[in-house]
Every structure is written in C-alpha cells, then in structure tokens.
C-alpha cells in the first residue's frame, strides 16, 4: 500500500524533469550547427589530408586565399596525391617545388560555387580555374559528364555537392596536372580527328612530345588553330577522299603545321585585322571583318568557333575549317 501511495509523488517530480529536459532539448535544438568552411570541410574529412598538408606547404598561404571567397574545389583524395607524387618522381610532398605546387592546387580551384547539377546540365565544356601561366593567364578546365563528372579527362568526381559556407567541395579520384595542348586535344572528344592526324604512324615529326613541352621550355609556349571533327570530315569532302590514310603524309604534315604556332601564346584578344600570324607551316592571316577568322594562301576563310583554351603551355582555338598550304594548280 505504501508503494502505491507513493507514485502520486513520483510522477509530477518525473513530469517536471520531463518538461524540464524537453525545454532544453527544444532549446538546443533551436540552435542550428556552424556550417564547416572548405578548409574546415578538408580538415574534418580524413581523406583529405594530404590536400590540407599541400595547402599549407604551397606558396601563396592557399588558406588564406580559400577562406576569403567563395569558390568550388576539386579535392583530391589522399590515394589521388599518393598517385600523383609517385607518376613524377616526388617521394613526398616535400619534394614539390612550393611555386609548381601552388599552381597545382589552384588549378582545382574555380571561383563561385559550380554544383554537380550544374555540370551536368552543361554536359561538356571548359570553365577556368584561378592557376595561371606566366603571363597571368587563366588556366581552363575541360570538363565532361558523359561518364560520370571528370576533369581533363584524368579526374572523376568521387563525391559530388559537399556544401561549405563559402561554397562546395568534391572530392576527386585524381590530381589534375598542369594541362599541355595535348592534354585539352585528348581529353576533349571534338578533336579526336586532329588528334588521330597528329599521331598517325607514318609522319616524320613528333607533334604530342614537342606539343607537351613545358612552359619555359622552347619551343613553348604554342598557339594552336585546332580543326573540330566536322571540319576535318568536310577537308575529306572537298578532296575526294575517304579517310585521312588517303592524304600522303608531306600533303597531311604540311597541313598540321599551318596549325601550330611556336614561341608565342597568341590570345583571341591579341589578334587584329590583317595580322599576320607566322605558323610552322608559313603564314595565315587574321581578319576580324566578321569575326574572328584565319584566312590561308588559298583565301580559304576558318571561323574561329572557340577561342582562348588556355593551357600552362599554350593555348588553342577552335576553327570549322581546315587551314591549307599553298596548293599547286
């Protein structure tokens, strides 16, 4: 009997703590958790160290920079910078010349906030990065979704849409490199013709060594007019032929090198009416009387369709038309 008198007593005490500790659960609750910065994002995530030990080593105080706008960063897992130190020969991240480092890690770094949506939605395409080259020079970023989101062709989005408070981190299987001419001609399937002329076995010059060559280095930096799929299928129309195996190999060599110009980074920008622009090959002049266009020895007129892919070495333009040498009657 005494047991059962005394839960009268007990209850209101435990409905007092009751109330009590749901006020301040419902207090507590009130308070929404600090969103994580990027930086703090990399520092909570394990697999990201080896990204926050390279930030710190860089030149430049990366953090700094980071924590005071708002960007999107391609950050690579520690396995991706295991990989990357051990392609190049580097023990450590210690091995790393700070500078060369800087522009690395700046080269997955893109202003704004980019979601994963919004690359899909755009498919395929080059945005930039905030590395440069030596002239100051924003690096692009080619990126495609055909098969999953990568970057450069090297570089897959393994994690999409980590939200910080000054933007957004995905987390990548692959540090992406300073891109060369050819890294933006493989990776960008548009140019897939171009590239399988340029490496075609019988020809006497090496064009994806010398193209590869890095910035500082003659005969770099280059500027090249790369021709899309459909103007080279449109080259094999207007010569009858079939394939590029039917165009002789001095005829196809002659013709790559009215492509390429060596020891100059001409911009779309740098260009103006009548110039003339020196390639391997001999010249081609420039008109901008309706946009900007390269006209050959033959007057045949190549619209530059997209301008100013900027690689650490160089940078390309895209053209609708085959540029020629001079052809004999």
């Known amino acids: 009997m005494k047991f059962i008198l005394s839960i009268p007593k007990i209850i209101p005490i435990l409905l007092l703590a009751t109330v009590t500790m749901t006020s301040c659960t419902s207090d507590d609750n009130d308070t929404e958790p600090q969103e994580l910065s990027i930086v703090e994002t990399a520092l909570a995530t394990p697999e990201l ?3 926050v030990a390279a930030l710190q080593a860089a030149d430049g105080d990366l953090i700094s920079v980071i924590n005071n706008g708002t ?20 023990a ?17 770094v893109i202003t704004g906030e980019v979601s994963s949506s919004a690359l899909i939605n755009g498919g395929a395409g080059y ?3 905030n590395a440069a080259n030596a002239d100051g020079d924003n690096l692009s970023l080619y990126f495609n979704t055909s098969a999953g989101v990568t970057f450069n062709g090297v570089s897959t989005v393994s994690t999409a849409d980590v939200e910080a408070s000054n933007g957004i981190v995905h987390i990548v299987d692959a540090v992406i490199g300073l891109p060369t001419i050819v890294t933006f001609a493989t990776a960008d399937p548009n140019f897939s013709t171009l590239v399988a002329a ?20 003659a005969p770099a930096p280059f500027t090249v007019f790369a021709p899309t799929n459909e103007a080279f299928g449109d080259l094999l129309t207007e010569l009858g032929a ?37 390639t391997l090959g001999g010249d081609i002049t420039a008109s901008l009387d309706a946009g900007p266009q390269l006209i050959d020895a033959n007057d045949r007129i190549s ?27």
Do not use: C, W
């Open 198 to 217: 340029l490496t075609r076995d019988d020809l006497t010059f090496d064009y994806v060594t010398t193209l590869s060559t890095p910035e500082g280095t």
């Open 242 to 278: 079939n394939s590029l195996d039917d165009i002789d190999e001095p005829t196809l060599k002659a013709t790559l090198d009215h492509h390429a110009v060596a020891a100059a980074n001409v911009r779309a920008e740098d260009l103006v009416q009548n110039m003339v622009i020196g």
């Open 92 to 108: 450590s991240l210690d091995d790393v010349p700070t500078d060369i480092l800087a522009t690395i890690l700046l080269n997955h």
């Open 127 to 129: 945005t930039s990065t």
């Open 303 to 329: 619209n530059i369709i997209a301008t100013n892919v900027q690689a650490f070495n160089g940078v390309i333009h895209a053209i609708d038309k085959v540029i020629l040498p001079p052809l004999t009657e």
């Open 71 to 90: 960007f999107t960063v391609l950050a690579p897992t520690n396995t991706a910078f295991n990989t990357f130190l051990a392609a190049n020969g580097f």
């Open 49 to 51: 160290s080896s990204l």
